[in-house]
């Protein structure tokens, strides 16, 4: 990991020589990603830009430890960047609430605060058995109890909602027990 | 939180509550400060772990958000995003060139190959040339071996062989070779030889195949001699393949492959 301290320094620092070798390692997965999800090449530019941002002044504020490699850690922020951009249009609230503040730096607060959130619980899903895990993650991508049922070899739907039930709460309590939770719980 | 209220927020959140069990539903959200507790988090569950969804922040505010609100928009995250922009400019000028080079050089292998197209096409005499520049029959082992138990036809042979009476050289070996294994390697290279020299294409890169499969001392020569074969028979491509072969294996006579190599590609 000490590359991650590696781009890490040279993003605080505004070495754009550095920051360069970032987009030759990372910025075409991104703008691959980016373009077969509804995105043009702009869009992956700037989610890209906003991504590194996020991650600089993230880590002035709190000195905060990447986990997996940089790279993976830059793809994912991207990836939730994007997943955001295309929810907005869904969001009323956070639209009013942008065109009240009419400013980006509200909006990317707002954006490393749901990233925390979005890590946050994701390690927490990973921390649940693997049955649980399968489980849930089923139930949140919105597939039918029905199949759940099927994929899972429970007898019934009555036990499919029961055994997600369990999970939940499993999960809901790493969660709540999770220090990072204190600060997350009001946004 | 009861399985029962779980299941309600459950479809209260994938739209599947009545006009009326939502106004319920709402109205509790409004009066119930407990349950609505419960919903918020329920919601940024499901948000947050639905891979096509995401969880917006609802707070207005909080110290939190204050203070990353002024540090995105502090002086020094200005410089940051200057260099950033300053990287991806830099990025996209080196892709630029990057992508006039590979132009260039593509335009250039391209030109490259019609060339070697065009010079494929009156390539019949060369590679004819080629083959019979390198046949070179003075290297070959000697037909003729002790204890043989039958010399006398072999020394024919050899004596066919060398005053190009080919078809009389493979009766006389393939009978050989039907009693006796012994100098089986120089027994097939004359074969073969004789049957390629005799455009036998077949029946020569049989024989060479069995030299190759022999495991003998010489079977490697078997590469070579099928290369001599392609060439003879001109199929480039094979005789390029069996060429790259005997040059990447460092097989019998790879340095003269690799001279002819050089004719060809």
Not at chain 1, 72 to 78: G, H, K, S
Not at chain 2, 4 to 31: A, C, M, P, V, W
Not at chain 2, 69 to 83: D, N, P, Q, R
Request: glycine residues 2%; aromatic residues 10%; positive net charge.
């Amino acid at each position: 990991m000490i590359n991650n301290l590696r781009y890490l320094n040279a993003l605080t620092e505004g070495n754009s020589k550095e920051v360069k070798l970032l987009y030759q390692k990372n910025f075409p997965n991104v703008k691959k990603f980016i373009l077969q999800n509804k995105g043009s090449i702009e869009d992956a530019e700037d989610i890209f830009q906003k991504a590194l941002l996020q991650i600089t002044v993230r880590y002035r504020k709190e000195k905060f430890v990447i986990k997996s490699s940089f790279e993976a850690y830059l793809y994912t922020v991207c990836k939730n960047l994007w997943r955001r951009e295309l929810n907005k249009s869904k969001n009323k609230v956070t639209k009013e609430y942008l065109l009240e503040q009419g400013d980006e730096s509200s909006d990317m607060a707002l954006a490393v605060l749901e990233q925390k959130r979005w890590e946050l619980f994701n390690e927490s899903l990973s921390l649940i058995s693997e049955n649980c895990k399968k489980v849930l993650k089923m139930f949140f991508s919105k597939t039918p109890y029905s199949v759940i049922v099927e994929a899972m070899g429970y007898n019934s739907e009555v036990v499919a909602r029961q055994r997600v039930f369990k999970c939940k709460r499993k999960l809901r309590a790493i969660i709540i027990e999770d220090s990072r939770y204190n600060l997350l719980k009001e946004l | 939180m009861s399985i029962n209220d779980d299941t309600l927020i459950e479809n209260y959140l994938l739209g599947k509550l009545s006009g009326e069990e939502r106004s319920l539903f709402e109205q509790r959200l409004e009066n119930d400060p407990e349950f609505n507790k419960k919903f918020r988090f329920e919601k940024q569950l499901f948000e947050t772990l639905d891979p096509e969804d995401w969880s917006f922040s609802e707070a207005d505010s909080s110290d939190e958000i204050s203070a990353y609100k002024k540090l995105f928009a502090s002086e020094k995250t200005k410089i940051i995003k200057k260099a950033i922009g300053e990287a991806n400019t830099q990025y996209k000028r080196d892709r630029k060139i990057n992508r006039r080079n590979w132009l260039l050089y593509s335009s250039a292998a391209i030109i490259a190959i019609l060339i070697s197209v065009f010079t494929w096409y009156d390539s019949g005499p060369s590679m004819e040339q080629l083959y019979s520049d390198n046949l070179d029959l003075e290297d070959l082992p000697s037909l003729v071996t002790r204890g043989e138990d039958n010399p006398e036809d072999l020394i024919r042979a050899q004596q066919l062989f060398e005053g190009r009476q080919y078809l009389k050289t493979i009766e006389i070996l393939n009978t050989s070779l039907k009693s006796s294994k012994k100098n089986l390697a120089a027994k097939y290279q004359y074969l073969g030889i004789s049957q390629m020299e005799l455009n036998y294409t077949d029946d020569a890169e049989n024989t060479f195949t069995l030299l190759i499969e022999s495991n003998l001392i010489d079977a490697q020569k078997g590469h070579w001699y099928k290369a001599l074969l392609y060439l003879k028979m001109k199929d480039s491509e094979k005789a390029i393949k069996t060429l790259q072969k005997i040059r990447s294996e460092k097989l019998y006579n790879y340095k003269k492959a690799n001279k002819i190599l050089k004719e060809l590609i």
